[in-house]
T-cell receptor, first 117, second 116 residues
């Protein structure tokens, strides 16, 4: 079974609008972390935001926020006030707890976001 | 700080050739990782090194070997390249490795490898 599922292969948004990128995960661990990375066309992987399974508040980093719904096992990324430079591939990833290899990240298949002017 | 650096950026090999991908980090991180990225597959872990002197297999280790040369450097070797190893290879590092809060992984720029 997929551990990280990103169901939106591609998303479009108008500049200055908000957009939500979906991510659902599957784990039996109580302790885990959820990450979002951005991959622009240049290819590098840029860390955006992190949410721990025990964090009670949703994580925020500037224009990025993570809508964490633990019971539904979802960790959606919300980008507010989209900019043209936000056009990129976005990956959701999970690091599970003590039962798995140290630090191993499991990635979803990614969502390509295109921001229109 | 250069962060995580990888060499080469691009490489073309013939089937059966060998090569080593180099990775170095200057952030004094304990843990280092090698991933491959294939179209439609996301990133998959090949090998990782939780600390200097240790290495372990990840999800897709077959056809690869690694060496943690010192704390800074972690190399990935293809002994006999196959077309199925055509991919983009990323090296990453993280400060601690063990599951401690937000132990974020920082990635290098990637190596695009084509095996003919």
């Amino acid at each position: 079974a997929q551990k990280i599922t990103q169901t939106q292969p591609g998303m479009f948004v108008q500049e200055k609008e908000a957009v939500t990128l979906d991510c659902t995960y599957d784990t039996s661990d109580q302790s885990y972390g959820l990450f979002w990375y951005k991959q622009p066309s240049s290819g590098e992987m840029i860390f955006l935001i992190y949410q721990g399974s025990y964090d009670e508040q949703n994580a925020t980093e500037g224009r990025y926020s993570l809508n964490f719904q633990k019971a539904r096992k979802s960790a959606n990324l919300v980008i507010s006030a989209s900019q043209l430079g936000d056009s990129a591939m976005y990956f959701c990833a999970m690091r599970e707890g003590f039962t798995t290899s140290y630090g191993k990240l499991t990635f979803g298949q990614g969502t390509i976001l295109t921001v229109h002017p | 700080n250069a962060g995580v650096t990888q060499t080469p950026k691009f490489q073309v090999l013939k089937t059966g050739q060998s090569m080593t991908l180099q990775c170095a980090q200057d952030m004094n991180h304990n843990s280092m990782y090698w991933y491959r990225q294939d179209p439609g597959m996301g990133l998959r872990l090949i090998y990782y090194s939780a600390s200097e002197g240790t290495t372990d297999k990840g999800e897709v280790p077959n056809g690869y070997n690694v060496s943690r040369l010192n704390k800074r450097e972690f190399s990935l070797r293809l002994e006999s390249a196959a077309p199925s190893q055509t991919s983009v290879y990323f090296c990453a590092s993280s400060p601690r490795g063990e599951w401690v809060g937000t132990d974020t992984q920082y990635f290098g720029p990637g190596t695009r490898l084509t095996v003919l």
